[in-house]
């Protein structure tokens, strides 16, 4: 548990575990702005294209990967290559690590430079990811909706009875404002899939922070 925090807001259902801190950066002495204004000027930022159904697109937002070395991870047939960590990014895993009571060898940076930026459905569920850690994630800059819903089509390992259970939730949406800390806890990946839809009247942007933990060799 977070210390000297307030109690997280907990969103349950049938395979989904999500605990929410409002202005969790402000609460650690870390001005959210600051933050933005650096990751903007100093991380390579890249707009690649991956591959989906057999076609290439480019994303619609800009990326960036950073992680101990020897991390290995694949998207969307796309290798990523990490960047060494910043000393404000180590600093922010190690807060994470210290805090949540697990380890993070791995960041995933997302920048929407507006509101028509967005990430479709998907899960957090690559071969590299362990399935039983959290994931952490970071908003800082514009509120954005973050939606979560049923997998459609659960795999082999997800036809059981959580999954049946699963099935029969509605849709969630929870809105992640500037400095706000979002931890998915297993086994959100397994049954739930989260997007990011577009929100057009936005026109601030939003950079995304998300601390992994990936299985090496």
Known sequence: ?????????????????????????????????????????????????????????????????????????????????????????????????????CGFNSLLLNRYRHGGERMGWHADDEPELGPHDPIASLSLGATRTLRFRPRPRPGPRGRDGLAALAQGEAARAVELADGDLLVMEAPTQRYWQHALPERRRVGEERLNLTFRHIRTQ
């Open 1 to 101: 548990m977070l210390k000297r925090q307030r109690p997280p807001c907990s969103i349950q259902a049938p395979g989904l575990a999500l605990r929410l801190w409002p202005g969790w950066i402000g609460s650690i002495g870390l001005d959210t702005a600051a933050l933005a204004m650096e990751l903007r000027d100093q991380l390579p930022w890249q707009r690649p294209e991956v591959m989906v159904h057999g076609r290439r697109y480019t994303v619609p937002r800009e990326v960036c990967w950073v992680a101990d070395p020897g991390c290995h991870y694949r998207y969307s047939g796309l290798d990523h290559e990490p960047l060494a960590w910043t000393p404000s990014l180590d600093q922010l895993r190690r807060r994470l690590a210290l805090e949540l009571g």
